[in-house]
T-cell receptor
Framework: NAGVTQTPKFRVLKTGQSMTLLCAQDMNHEYMYWYRQDPGMGLRLIHYSVGEGTTAKGEVPDGYNVSRLKKQNFLLGLESAAPSQTSVYFC???????????????FGSGTQLSVL | SQQGEEDPQALSIQEGENATMNCSYKTSINNLQWYRQNSGRGLVHLILIRSNEREKHSGRLRVTLDTSKKSSSLLITASRAADTASYFCATDVFGNEKLTFGTGTRLTIIP
């Protein structure tokens, strides 16, 4: 049972390039999330999805787009990368939403992205 | 703005000692959770405490919650080298699907 898998693990982009980060979960979870982690700032929510075909904005959505075409996959896209998007990106999933009691997140191992 | 702030930012203790880290938050919450992150890895859920609970235990972990002070503490007893990691508190509010993380405490256990 792999849990939450992120690809790629590392990537270097030039300013203006585009890329897609893939998140896959095999736990049949309804909810999926994309966070970014920057030094001294903890994790900040970029976008999330409450089910297949749905997406919603988080705390820092600008410059990113997401898609949830299949329940098990959640894609994060950068259309025109900027140095400010240099960060470590984490995908997470949960069986139900946080509004449900005792819900917790399962995290992938992260993607380290550098934009030059 | 960040909902949670951990204190201290960094903590070094000898193996076998107890480690205590604190978390403060700003608004009324539904649940508060603690996560551990080993270097270069994703976060792993440790324990969840509901807003109507005051204390919870799980193995060597003890979490307290004081909603009047908007604060929580995580105690790790009899620390081990494997406990070396960063620890984050995270909160959610009623009716909101966002889990908001604090800035973390970096814990180092000295063998």
């Amino acid at each position: 049972n792999a849990g939450v898998t992120q690809t790629p693990k590392f990537r270097v982009l030039k300013t203006g390039q585009s890329m897609t980060l893939l998140c896959a979960q095999d736990m049949n979870h309804e909810y999926m999330y994309w966070y970014r982690q920057d030094p001294g700032m903890g994790l900040r929510l970029i976008h999330y999805s409450v089910g297949e075909g749905t997406t919603a904005k988080g705390e820092v959505p600008d410059g990113y787009n997401v898609s949830r075409l299949k329940k098990q996959n959640f894609l994060l896209g950068l259309e025109s990368a900027a140095p400010s998007q240099t960060s470590v990106y984490f995908c997470a999933s949960s069986q139900t939403g946080l509004a449900a009691t005792n819900e917790k997140l399962f995290f992938g191992s992260g993607t380290q992205l550098s934009v030059l | 703005s960040q909902q949670g702030e951990e204190d201290p930012q960094a903590l070094s203790i000898q193996e076998g000692e107890n480690a205590t880290m604190n978390c403060s938050y700003k608004t009324s919450i539904n649940n508060l959770q603690w996560y551990r992150q080993n270097s270069g890895r994703g976060l792993v859920h440790l324990i969840l405490i509901r807003s109507n609970e005051r204390e919870k235990h799980s193995g060597r972990l003890r979490v307290t919650l004081d909603t009047s002070k908007k604060s929580s503490s995580l105690l790790i007893t009899a620390s081990r080298a494997a406990d070396t990691a960063s620890y984050f508190c995270a909160t959610d509010v009623f009716g909101n699907e966002k889990l908001t993380f604090g800035t973390g405490t970096r814990l180092t256990i000295i063998p």
